[in-house]
């Protein structure tokens, strides 16, 4: 009989490397651990670890001070700079 591996509230050093930022529209910014939570590397959004799960929904980040919105973000801005020059 097999036994459950122990709950943790740790997440593998190996997930962690996998994940990137979901606001990013090139899926290029890397996230970090920091507490309880990840931040993104290219605009320090903050997102949620709940019960050792990242919270990668958009609309429940946390956005650096002095953003209002998410349009206000360096890479959405990057991306829209982009888009208007093609």
Do not use: W
């Not at 998410?70 to 991306?79: D, I, K, T």
């Amino acid at each position: 009989m097999s036994r459950a591996a122990p709950y943790t509230n740790r997440m593998d050093d190996a997930f962690l490397a996998q994940l990137r930022c979901p606001i990013d529209p090139e899926r290029e910014a890397t996230l970090t651990r920091d507490e309880q939570q990840l931040v993104c590397s290219g605009c320090s959004v903050h997102f949620a670890i709940k019960q050792g799960l990242p919270i990668l929904v958009p609309d429940e980040a946390e956005l650096p001070d002095g953003m209002r919105e998410v349009s206000q973000l360096p890479c959405q801005r990057r991306a829209n700079r982009r888009k208007n020059a093609n």
